[in-house]
């Protein structure tokens, strides 16, 4: 995990949780010259930097709050997603709009240059990988929920519209994730 930053090349990437950085990282940080600033963190975090080609992955707000919702299971939380969702700290960084992540901070010389989508994850990250001119790399697929070891060709959006079986659940995540929705260009259901 990290946002990260080569001076060398001039770029620098932001990972915003549950949206496929741990594979990207992987892969970016054995590039020469990549350095971690933190875990994750925001645009603002890169300090003064001019000219860089500044990139990240968001992901659907209901997707992405119910991919959190099965991180918690393998980590032995058991709990509904309703209460899930009515426990989770507003201070949390990790269940932060995705828009702060690119936002906070920006100017007119640091903004983000390329958003790619998880939905659109092999494309855009092999976009990303022809710009930064790196070849001939797999691109591994870790951190991934258990269940698609067992179920590989089970849909993702089926299963996780499953878990919003309460329309205030979609209020919600419409609500708090409103920003996302408008700038990512996201519809408003799942």
Do not use: C
């Not at 946002?3 to 915003?16: E, S, V």
């Not at 950085?21 to 925001?42: C, F, K, P, R, V």
């Not at 079986?165 to 700038?183: A, L, P, S």
Request: a positive charge; aromatic letters at 16%.
């Amino acid at each position: 995990m990290g946002l990260l930053i080569n001076h060398k090349y001039k770029w620098a990437y932001i990972h915003i949780p549950k949206t496929g950085g741990s594979s990207i990282t992987e892969i970016l940080s054995n590039i020469d010259g990549t350095e971690t600033i933190m875990s994750h963190g925001t645009i603002n975090e890169l300090g003064n930097i001019e000219d860089y080609f500044i990139f990240t992955f968001v992901r659907n707000p209901f997707t992405r709050l119910a991919s959190w919702y099965d991180h918690t299971k393998r980590d032995g939380k058991s709990q509904s997603f309703s209460n899930f969702i009515q426990r989770i700290d507003s201070l949390d960084y990790l269940y932060f709009p995705q828009t702060y992540f690119t936002n906070h901070g920006k100017t007119n010389n640091k903004k983000i240059s390329f958003v790619g989508k998880y939905e659109n994850f092999n494309n855009d990250l092999t976009s990303v990988l022809k710009k930064l001119n790196i070849k001939n790399i797999n691109i591994p697929h870790l951190n991934k929920n258990l269940m698609w070891e067992t179920h590989p060709n089970l849909n993702s959006d089926k299963l996780y519209k499953f878990y919003y079986n309460d329309i205030w659940m979609k209020d919600w995540v419409r609500e708090k994730y409103k920003d996302d929705f408008k700038f990512f260009n996201y519809e408003l259901d799942i």
